[in-house]
Every structure is written in structure tokens, then in C-alpha cells.
């Protein structure tokens, strides 16, 4: 049976599309595979409240859900009538142009025989990936219905664009279309205005010696020099490596989150220097057997 999309955001039917947006970015991060590694339920969960989202996200599709459940990618079929979905996850059909639409008169407004037309106005969401944030792109929607005749239009999302930016098209002087853009979730970073987050995995000696560790960028991966002593859950700051800033061209940065990951597995002889790394920062002496009967005999007269 098919799990409900509100159960899985945990909302309730009539939630506000803020609501929903709220719902879906809360439970994104608490799922997500950086804050999960290596958790294949975390990782469902996760695909799940994506699929949640993009459905109950986009007005269209959430109409179409509410109306028929799970089989609303059938919508149009089930209604009986053609218009169809453009790229991007956009689309109209005429329940978008009768009912969705702002107007006032009858479909003589519409069509051209009353006395005078009015904008009638559509609203829908388009996904986009973080990397298409970085470059900027186009996308080509359907707008329009088998009745009504369709028409495509190009739709140029600008690089850095916020998620949640509405992006407003004028077709022509009686048709306006409001796009809300959806940023998706991306594994690598996390993303704060124009500045990013990753997480990186360091070695334990590296964070004690000091080392070279890779670094994930929007454009590959780069080179960091760490130092000694680095901490886990220090951050570095690598400027200008984030996102582009809407109509600037300057850049945001990006802050790597060091992860020290511990060996999961020794050999003997591994485990023999790392007790004598600890001896030796515990202060223990074990240089003679002498010493080591008298740390004995100490040990043995406290338990007394």
C-alpha cells in the first residue's frame, strides 16, 4: 500500500504551502546521508521525503494528489483531457486554466467574445539541482491545454538563485505564469544564502600530524593542507568557492567541516605503538622491568 505524502512529512491535509516547505527542510536535515553515513533506512527515508516533496510541493501536482491519491500521475488521463507536463516537473492542464486562473467574467473572457479580456494568471514550481544554481539554466515549460492549444516558453533561471524565488513570465498581455523554484537537497553540501558546507573525512594521524585531504567543490575536488593538531568539527573557511551571488559576480564561500575518522581495524604491531603513544602522553614508565614492579607493587598497595 502506498504511504500517504502528508504522513511522510507529518502535516496535516490542509497545510500552507509554508507549512510543507517548513516540514519537508526539517526533515531533510535530520535524514540526510552526510548526517546519516553508512544508514541505508536514514537513506530510504530520506528518498522518500524527497518524492513527498516534489509531489506536495508543486501546486499542479498537489491538486492532482488530493484528487486522486496515489494515482495522480494519471491526472489528465482520468479527467479524460490532454495538456501535458513540460521538463522540470511543471505543467498545465484545464483545471489549471479554468480553476487556477484569476479572472472575472465567463469563458467569453477567455476566449475572446466578451467585452473585455482578463490576465488570467497560473502559478507552478520548477526543480533544480544545486549545480544548475551554480551555472544558471533554462528550462522549457508546457503551458496550455488540448482544448485550449498549448505553447511552450523558455524559462531562464539566473545563476544563485535562491530556493523559494518566483520567477515571473508575461507570455503575452492576457497570460501571466508564476514559477517557484525548488532548490533540491544535494549530498555533498549544505547550502547557507551563497555560502556552502561540506564535511570532510581526516585520518586520525593527519589530524595529529597534520596532512593533505580532499575537499569536494561545485567544480571538483580541490587540495587542503590541514595542520597538526587539528580538532575534529574545526571548520575551514576556503574563500570564494561557494555559490554565485544573484546578479553579482562575486561568489560565496565554502566552510569544510573536519570529520577525524578512526582506524576500524589494527595490526599487532599497530596496537603496540599506539599503547606505547599512550603510555608515553599518560607519562607511564616502561623503559626496565624495575620500574614496572614498582608501579606494580603501588598499584597493588592502593588496592589494599
Same mark, same amino acid.
Given at each position: 500500500m502506498a504511504q500517504n505524502y502528508y504522513?511522510?512529512?507529518?502535516?496535516?491535509?490542509?497545510?500552507? !504551502?509554508?507549512?510543507?516547505?517548513?516540514?519537508?527542510?526539517?526533515?531533510?536535515?535530520?535524514?540526510?546521508?552526510?548526517?546519516?553515513?553508512?544508514?541505508?533506512?536514514?537513506?530510504?527515508?530520506?528518498?522518500k521525503v524527497n518524492e513527498a516533496y516534489e509531489v506536495l510541493g508543486d501546486a499542479a501536482h498537489r491538486k492532482d494528489y488530493d484528487?486522486?491519491?496515489?494515482?495522480?500521475?494519471?491526472?489528465?488521463? =482520468?479527467?479524460?483531457?490532454?495538456?501535458? /507536463?513540460?521538463?522540470?516537473? =511543471?505543467?498545465?492542464? =484545464?483545471?489549471?486554466?479554468?480553476?487556477?486562473?484569476?479572472?472575472?467574467?465567463?469563458?467569453?473572457?477567455?476566449?475572446?467574445?466578451?467585452?473585455?479580456?482578463? /490576465?488570467? /494568471?497560473?502559478?507552478?514550481?520548477?526543480?533544480?539541482?544545486? !549545480?544548475?544554481?551554480y551555472t544558471g539554466v533554462s528550462r522549457r515549460v508546457s503551458l496550455g491545454s488540448a482544448m485550449n492549444g498549448s505553447r511552450t516558453l523558455e524559462v531562464k533561471i539566473p545563476k544563485g538563485v535562491? !530556493?523559494? /524565488?518566483?520567477?515571473?513570465?508575461?507570455?503575452?498581455t492576457n497570460t501571466e505564469l508564476t514559477l517557484t523554484v525548488n532548490v533540491r537537497p544535494d549530498p555533498r553540501f549544505t547550502r547557507e544564502d551563497a555560502n556552502l558546507r561540506t564535511s570532510v573525512s581526516v585520518p586520525l594521524l593527519n589530524a595529529i600530524l597534520g596532512g593533505e585531504v580532499e575537499v569536494p567543490t561545485m567544480t571538483g575536488r580541490i587540495a587542503l593542507q590541514i595542520p597538526s593538531g587539528t580538532q575534529n568539527g574545526r571548520s575551514f573557511?576556503?574563500?570564494?568557492?561557494?555559490?554565485?551571488?544573484?546578479?553579482?559576480?562575486?561568489?560565496? !564561500?565554502?566552510?569544510?567541516?573536519?570529520?577525524?575518522?578512526?582506524?576500524?581495524?589494527?595490526?599487532?604491531?599497530?596496537?603496540e605503538l599506539y599503547a606505547e603513544l599512550r603510555d608515553i602522553r599518560m607519562g607511564v614508565a616502561t623503559s626496565t622491568g624495575a620500574e614496572q614492579n614498582s608501579a606494580d607493587q603501588i598499584v597493588e598497595g592502593a588496592a589494599e
Open positions: 504522513d511522510i512529512l507529518g502535516i496535516g491535509k490542509g497545510a500552507s !504551502d509554508k507549512e510543507i516547505k517548513s516540514a519537508y527542510r526539517k526533515k531533510a536535515r535530520k535524514l540526510h546521508p552526510d548526517v546519516n553515513p553508512n544508514d541505508a533506512s536514514a537513506e530510504e527515508q530520506f528518498k484528487q486522486f491519491g496515489e494515482n495522480w500521475k494519471h491526472a489528465d488521463q =482520468m479527467r479524460n483531457m490532454g495538456g501535458g /507536463r513540460g521538463p522540470g516537473g =511543471m505543467g498545465f492542464d =484545464m483545471s489549471d486554466l479554468f480553476g487556477g486562473a484569476q479572472r472575472s467574467g465567463g469563458f467569453g473572457d477567455i476566449f475572446g467574445g466578451g467585452h473585455a479580456q482578463q /490576465r488570467l /494568471r497560473h502559478e507552478g514550481s520548477i526543480d533544480v539541482s544545486l !549545480d544548475e544554481v535562491p !530556493d523559494g /524565488r518566483r520567477i515571473r513570465l508575461r507570455p503575452d573557511k576556503i574563500k570564494g568557492r561557494g555559490l554565485p551571488k544573484m546578479n553579482s559576480e562575486e561568489y560565496g !564561500d565554502l566552510y569544510a567541516t573536519v570529520k577525524v575518522s578512526l582506524p576500524e581495524s589494527l595490526s599487532a604491531r599497530e596496537r
